[in-house]
């Protein structure tokens, strides 16, 4: 649906040049919710915008939407090919004076359909999105995630193929925020959308997304799988990124006050992290009733991404010495990675 090669766009000011993005290249499947994350700067925003040529790379740039060159087009055809890319915004970039038919009413304007027409299609996206009671209201009666539901209505009224949406829930509260996230998951079902989701949230991207290109300083560090990424991520950003939202990073912190954790002579502090997507058993129970062991877990972070589990746990494992490298054998046999962080 979107191949993005040698992708490279320059800013400048006076003889400063500032580069935004560096020999992007990417390719999104029809039907991908496509999720494209970093720390703000990374360059996330600028390259969104040339998905729809609102920022334009700089020559030697390609970009192919649905079989078309976009960068060759005429402008007549780059309005044509664009009203099939719908593009959302973190502030929803509503109309105040118009109420909300009318908001999701202005795309289909100048379509030649009958007023009659454009009413019910309207009507109709409002059903869609859980919104047909609000039609008379005006923007500023109504809660940020209802103002996006708007915006995502409007967004779809010419039909598109492609949804971009750059930061789309960021204004959000938390369960305005999941509440969006799974209308988008509904929407890409539904009508077959394909989806381009711009975040600095690591949970938008695991509530949705099936693949992810992760960015630094205008650049793709890395792209794969959403799973591949969280079990084993390989780029310094996308660790810095998991290693800020998980839990089981505290336990280093407790590591550096020693005298807080009182192991046994036998002891061993593990951490546990689960890398493969085949992972469906009960490790902890089973090795505690197939060794003899006791772990006693002092945290734990684990999620579903796409069904298998991702995350780990830290804790310590008391029995014999025999017992705790048997199983820690064990664990290693079922793909589990285990750090040894103190041994009693």
Known sequence: MIKISNLNKHFYQG???????ENINLHIKPQDIFGIIGFSGAGKSTLVRCLNL??????GSSIIVDNDELLSL????????????????????????RNVLDNVLFPLAYKGIKKSQRVKKALDLLELVGLSSKANNYVHELSGGQKQRVAIARALANDPKILLCDEATSALDPNSTHEILELLKTLNQKLKLTIVLITHELAVVKQICNKV???EHGQVVECADVFDVFANPSSKAAISFINKSSNLNKIDKLLAKSHLLNLQENDVLVRL????????????????HKFNLIMNILYADI????????GGTVGVLSGKQEDIRSAIAYLKAKNVKVEELLHG
């Open 15 to 21: 003889n400063n040049c500032f580069k935004a993005l």
């Open 54 to 59: 609102l920022e334009r790379p700089d020559e």
């Open 74 to 97: 005429n402008e007549k055809q780059l309005r044509e090919k664009r009203s099939k890319i719908g593009f959302i915004f973190q502030h929803f970039n509503l109309m105040p004076s």
């Open 213 to 215: 290109a992760v960015m």
């Open 273 to 288: 992290l689960y890398t493969d997507k085949g992972i469906s058993e009960p490790l902890i129970s089973n090795i505690s």
């Open 303 to 310: 999620e579903l991404i796409n069904n298998s589990p991702v």
